[in-house]
């Protein structure tokens, strides 16, 4: 009888993470960024239409950087009640493959994920897009 137990367990840890994981209801959205405006939420232009994002402050930081202005963008999330998606995820998209997108300190060797200065040396940072998820 404990083997029949045990033997179930497995499946019934598996069927709980399947129905607990939010990343199940994930919705991935690719596009270009709208004219980004000061106070606004930021609009994503895809094949279908405009979706809203929204965003945490790193990503909201990140996804406005000049230096991304022209990029092709990945994000993934879910959907809100009001229709905008909630972004857990992003992307730049670069000759097909998706890159995350890294903040990198040549001085102190230290790597963030949003725009600014070095929380160490207060100099610059770097933007690096890193192939991969």
Avoid: N
Wanted: glycine fraction near 10%; proline fraction near 5%.
């Amino acid at each position: 009888m404990l083997s029949e137990v045990i033997g179930r367990v497995p499946w019934a840890v598996a069927a709980f993470l399947a129905l607990s994981c939010p990343a199940m209801g994930m919705e991935a959205v690719r596009g270009t960024l709208a004219q980004p405006v000061t106070g606004e939420p930021l609009l994503l232009l895809t094949d279908t239409g405009t979706v809203e994002l929204a965003l945490d402050e790193s990503f909201d930081l990140t996804m406005r950087d000049p230096q991304l202005r022209e990029r092709t963008w990945e994000v993934r999330g879910q959907r809100d009640g009001d229709g905008a998606l909630r972004v857990e995820k992003i992307f730049t998209v670069k000759d097909g493959t998706l890159h995350r997108v890294t903040y990198y300190c040549v001085i102190c060797h230290i790597t963030t994920h949003e725009p600014g200065l070095c929380m160490c040396c207060q100099g610059d940072t770097d933007l690096r897009e890193l192939p991969g998820e």
